[in-house]
């Protein structure tokens, strides 16, 4: 049994990533670390799952992986230095320091422009701050066991009839009254769903793309809670092999992809 920890105070334990492309013969879109400062007194967590495009225009010569890293870096380099940015603040600012590097290049104002969803945590010794951006999803585990799910569901309340192609989920994506992901505008940031929970009350936290987090919101093997045992059991490896399994067991049921990109990044606290 894990011995209580005393307030104010905080003790890293363990932090493993892992990630799997969908396919050996594309990239992966995924983007993920965990940064625990040398200086102590806290860390970070950044996950991203970029958008593939459909094929043809999107007014931009760079790649979703070249998108990912850039936008990864700079959040992971600002999450863990910027104590005194808002996790939004970081995500404008990276969002603008990427947008930046290729706006001379490209076309920003592409609604297919490259993109991602975002995963933000960041604790220090007395809380932890989250933002979620689009369908990515943050688990964070209390000392009794029990597991919230922070999820940004303005993809999932979109009739999938509305989403029926290419061109009208491009009507919705990034405007009111659809769904928000990170690209060229800054101003998304304010989008993003944003909490901060007392550190006495998380053990555990993790984030998982859609491609991992499958297991529980595709193919139903568990609920939360019993994800979060499988990563404290397993690992991120774990879970990302259970989804594997599944999806080749159930292949020609689903629409889509077989395989998706899935990262997964745990951290007990």
Request: charged share 25%.
């Amino acid at each position: 049994m894990k011995t209580p920890r005393e307030p104010g105070t905080l003790d890293i334990m363990r932090s493993e990533v892992a990630t799997l492309p969908g396919s050996p013969e594309r990239p992966n879109e995924d983007w993920a670390a965990a940064a625990l400062p040398a200086s102590g007194g806290g860390g970070a967590l950044v996950l991203l799952d970029g958008v593939t495009p459909p094929a043809g225009d999107v007014g931009c010569v760079h790649t979703v992986p070249w998108f990912t890293a850039r936008l990864g870096g700079t959040l992971t380099e600002l999450s863990a230095s910027r104590a005194d940015l808002t996790l939004s603040e970081i995500l404008s600012l990276a969002i603008r320091r990427t947008a930046e590097l290729h706006a001379d290049t490209c076309d920003l104002s592409h609604v297919r422009t490259p993109q991602a969803t975002v995963v933000l945590a960041r604790w220090d010794a007395t809380a932890v701050d989250h933002l979620v951006l689009s369908d990515s999803v943050l688990l964070l585990r209390a000392p009794d066991g029990a597991v919230r799910a922070v999820r940004d569901d303005r993809l999932d309340r979109i009739p999938r009839e509305a989403l029926r192609s290419h061109a009208a989920a491009d009507r919705l994506r990034n405007s009111e009254g659809g769904f928000f992901t990170a690209a060229a505008d800054p101003a998304v940031a304010e989008r993003a769903v944003t909490g901060r929970t007392p550190l006495e009350e998380v053990r555990a936290l993790a984030a998982l793309t859609d491609g991992a987090a499958r297991w529980v919101e595709r193919f139903g093997a568990g609920d939360w809670t019993e994800c979060a045992g499988v990563l404290a059991k397993e690992g991120p490896a774990g879970l990302i092999q259970r989804v594997r399994v599944l999806e080749s067991a159930s292949a020609g049921r689903w629409r889509g992809k077989l395989h998706d990109d899935a990262t997964a990044v745990y951290v007990e606290l």
